[in-house]
């Protein structure tokens, strides 16, 4: 019969079982590796795509004779690196327009504009090209000439350049924001960059809680199709073997955690020397040790109440298939706090984040959103207790099921068949020899 307590010591010694099993893998570093170049190469693959792309080439049919002798005249360096002027052919005008069409759909042009002769009063511009989805050209020669073609409107009806400018020119906001005591603030940089770091934050967090606990039901179904469950439950309680895969996962995550926002400190406190100051500020922002450390507190939590799903899960299935229908609802209920994470960074104490503060499986990923708000001390108080107590339920009733679960074969019970183990009485079903 199994024990009904586990010893603290032997769970411990499963975890660190646990955590040598994994951390020794070259797959496991390879995992933490990949995640920080798989961000450089996001931030670095375009700048190197974009550099090394050629100057577009472009061909402007003046009709007016002055529009584009007034772009090519405001062109700078950083213009001309990315769009060429290519003159257009002679001939008349319904042959020059039939031949930069096949030079368009050939590739050899990117695209050509057409300038009425009179933009002033008419001020329509003809664009034709075959990519519609890099606007860059378009949007630059528009901005170019529409310039020139004021300048001439104000010339015309005879008013100043200063007039217009002073016509035109619109509010200057000056941001303030109010610090501790009530006072009013200038609003930098690293303010902005404050209430959206815990975007970031929550996106990491999801990541991080999503992909270990999966890891736990890989690894329990792993073990129990393989049989090494049964070897292990030879010398160890249900209760010690689950306590000691969790609290090893656990261990895992942080190492795999705590490397990535080392990554982050020190990606940050390089980055500043040769980018620029704001960039540092930015820096402070994400290693602020308040975001950190509640970064970590909800991590732990979060994880145990979900590894505690997924280890039940896990303790049913013989196979990753049959878990897959299993986890289904856990996995929707995850992706919730997710789909609200910029409504929630922008409203962070609203009515929407205050009321999933409260349910405890979004608890973990809505608080963290929030802590830009901040949410009030007596939020923290309260969502912190009931996510630690919804944690000691969802892992009591996981260790019911999985008494009864890992030594199970055949066809995973159904949820009614999982409730009735966790209502059962210690010394019932889930005692069984």
Same mark, same amino acid.
């Given at each position: 019969?199994?024990?009904?307590?586990?010893?603290?010591?032997?769970a411990l010694?499963?975890?660190?079982?646990?955590?040598?099993?994994?951390?020794?893998?070259?797959?496991?570093?390879?995992?933490?590796?990949?995640?920080?170049? &798989? +961000?450089?190469?996001?931030i670095?693959?375009?700048? &190197?795509?974009?550099?090394?792309?050629g100057?577009?080439?472009?061909?402007?049919v003046?009709?007016?004779?002055?529009v584009?002798?007034?772009?090519?005249?405001?062109?700078?360096?950083a213009?001309r690196?990315?769009?060429?002027?290519?003159?257009? #052919?002679?001939?008349?005008?319904a042959g020059? !327009?039939?031949e930069?069409?096949?030079?368009?759909?050939?590739?050899?042009l990117?695209?050509?504009?057409?300038?009425?002769?009179?933009?002033?009063?008419?001020?329509?511009?003809?664009?034709?090209?075959?990519?519609?989805?890099?606007?860059?050209?378009?949007?630059?020669?528009?901005?170019?000439?529409?310039?020139a073609?004021?300048?001439?409107?104000?010339a015309?009806?005879?008013?100043?350049?200063?007039?217009?400018?002073?016509?035109?020119?619109?509010?200057?906001?000056?941001?303030?924001?109010?610090?501790a005591?009530?006072?009013?603030?200038?609003v930098?940089?690293?303010?902005?960059?404050?209430?959206?770091?815990?975007?970031?934050?929550?996106? /990491?967090?999801?990541?991080?809680?999503?992909?270990?606990?999966?890891?736990?039901?890989?690894?329990?179904?792993e073990?129990?199709?393989?049989?090494?469950?049964?070897? /292990?439950?030879?010398?160890?309680?249900p209760?010690?073997?689950?306590?000691?895969?969790?609290?090893?996962?656990?261990?895992?995550?942080?190492?795999?955690?705590?490397s990535?926002?080392?990554? *982050?400190?020190?990606?940050?406190?390089?980055?500043p020397a040769?980018?620029?100051?704001?960039?540092?500020?930015?820096?402070?922002v994400v290693?602020? #040790?308040?975001?950190?450390l509640?970064?970590?507190?909800?991590?732990?939590?979060?994880?145990?109440?979900?590894?505690?799903?997924?280890?039940?899960?896990?303790s049913?299935?013989?196979?990753?298939?049959?878990?897959?229908?299993?986890?289904?609802?856990?996995v929707?209920?995850?992706? +919730?706090? &997710?789909l609200?994470? +910029?409504?929630?960074?922008?409203?962070?104490?609203?009515?929407?984040?205050?009321?999933?503060?409260?349910?405890?499986?979004?608890?973990?990923?809505?608080?963290?959103?929030?802590?830009?708000?901040?949410?009030? !001390?007596?939020?923290?108080? +309260?969502?912190?207790?009931?996510?630690?107590?919804?944690v000691?339920?969802?892992?009591?009733?996981? *260790?019911?099921?999985?008494?009864?679960?890992?030594?199970?074969?055949?066809?995973?019970?159904?949820?009614?068949?999982? /409730?009735?183990?966790?209502?059962?009485?210690?010394?019932?079903?889930?005692?069984?020899?």
């Open positions: 019969m199994f024990r009904s307590a586990g010893s603290p010591a032997r010694l499963v975890a660190g079982r646990e955590v040598h099993e994994n951390v020794r893998t070259k797959t496991f570093w390879i995992g933490i590796l990949s995640v920080p170049v &798989l +961000v450089i190469l996001a670095a693959v375009p700048i &190197l795509i974009e550099m090394g792309r100057p577009r080439d472009l061909t402007v003046d009709r007016s004779g002055w584009l002798g007034a772009v090519e005249a405001e062109m700078t360096d213009d690196s990315r769009f060429a002027l290519v003159p257009p #052919p002679e001939g008349d005008e020059v !327009l039939a930069l069409n096949s030079r368009v759909v050939d590739g050899d990117f695209a050509y504009f057409v300038v009425g002769a009179d933009p002033v009063a008419d001020g329509t511009v003809r664009y034709v090209s075959s990519n519609l989805t890099d606007e860059g050209p378009r949007r630059w020669f528009v901005d170019a000439a529409s310039a073609v004021r300048d001439r409107r104000l015309q009806e005879e008013i100043s350049a200063e007039l217009a400018e002073w016509i035109q020119a619109p509010l200057e906001v000056e941001a303030r924001t109010l610090g005591a009530g006072e009013e603030e200038d930098g940089v690293d303010d902005y960059a404050r209430q959206w770091a815990p975007v970031a934050f929550v996106y /990491l967090l999801w990541i991080s809680i999503f992909a270990i606990s999966q890891m736990l039901l890989t690894n329990t179904i073990e129990k199709s393989n049989r090494i469950m049964e070897v /292990l439950l030879s010398s160890l309680s209760l010690e073997l689950m306590a000691g895969k969790v609290l090893g996962i656990a261990a895992t995550g942080l190492i795999m955690v705590l990535w926002l080392a990554f *982050a400190g020190v990606a940050v406190s390089l980055v040769a980018v620029t100051e704001q960039v540092g500020e930015l820096g402070s290693t602020d #040790p308040r975001y950190v509640s970064f970590v507190v909800y991590f732990l939590l979060g994880y145990l109440f979900y590894a505690g799903l997924l280890v039940a899960v896990g049913v299935c013989s196979t990753l298939k049959e878990a897959q229908g299993l986890q289904t609802p856990v929707i209920v995850i992706m +919730v706090p &997710l609200a994470m +910029v409504p929630i960074a922008q409203d962070p104490n609203g009515l929407l984040a205050r009321i999933l503060s409260f349910i405890p499986p979004f608890t973990p990923f809505v608080m963290m959103n929030r802590a830009a708000g901040p949410p009030a !001390l007596w939020e923290y108080a +309260v969502t912190t207790v009931l996510l630690v107590l919804a000691a339920f969802v892992l009591w009733a996981a *260790a019911k099921v999985f008494r009864v679960g890992v030594l199970m074969t055949g066809k995973p019970p159904r949820l009614g068949e999982m /409730l009735r183990w966790v209502r059962a009485p210690v010394g019932g079903v889930a005692d069984d020899d």
